[in-house]
T-cell receptor
């Protein structure tokens, strides 16, 4: 069964450093998403991406965040200057032509900012 | 903010049906109700969704009240592997899922 994969599983970085979280969505999916979940809290939508551009973003997704689909398979989330409060699980998801009806999630990347 | 309210936690005996309620009294006419679950330390998993009619798939059934202000997810024969946090979600757009705090369902042997 096809699945969304994410790397790395755990990333530790120092405050102020840039990080790139990587995702490989399911191959025939066209809609891509990033969510985050701070420990013990609910899942929060960050951004959705379709046709090589952002289709929606939340208030959390400010100028320090960016997304990119650098090639035909990868989908990345960059955080330019990490803050302590960016520590969270980051989940990538993808969905097919049906426009986000059923989103398939990856296993997540745990980001720890020290 | 989340548009749904769910009980914080529930228990269910293994082999019995687990019925998870959700209130979404402010739902709009074109907003779908989704259910996802998150097994500890894993990514969320889609279960089922519906608009007005009851729905069933290989994982669960979704019962939506006629006024659409509440719904119930039914796991017909719960197993230990169904222990997870279950999220009732209203989809506010084509892309954005608004998550609540979910119900922690514990299946007991």
């Amino acid at each position: 069964e096809p699945e969304v994969t994410q790397t790395p599983s755990h990333q530790v970085t120092q405050m102020g450093q840039e990080v790139i979280l990587r995702c490989v969505p399911i191959s025939n999916h066209l809609y891509f998403y990033w969510y985050r979940q701070i420990l013990g809290q609910k899942v929060e939508f960050l951004v959705s991406f379709y046709n090589n551009e952002i289709s929606e973003k939340s208030e959390i997704f400010d100028d320090q965040f960016s997304v990119e689909r650098p090639d035909g398979s990868n989908f990345t989330l960059k955080i330019r200057s990490t803050k302590l409060e960016d520590s969270a699980m980051y989940f990538c998801a993808s969905s097919d032509l049906s426009g986000g009806v059923e989103q398939y999630f990856g296993p997540g990347t745990r980001l720890t900012v020290t | 903010d989340a548009k749904t309210t769910q009980p914080t936690s529930m228990d269910c005996a293994e082999g019995r049906a687990a019925n998870l309620p959700c209130n979404h009294s402010t739902i709009s006419g074109n907003e779908y109700v989704y259910w996802y679950r998150q097994i500890h330390s894993q990514g969320p998993q889609y279960i089922i969704h519906g608009l007005k009619n009851n729905e069933t798939n290989e994982m669960a059934s979704l019962i939506i009240t006629e006024d659409r202000k509440s719904s119930t997810l039914i796991l017909p024969h719960a197993t230990l592997r169904d222990t997870a946090v279950y999220y009732c979600i209203v989809r506010v757009s084509n892309y954005q899922l608004i998550w609540g705090a979910g119900t922690k369902l514990i299946i007991k042997p």
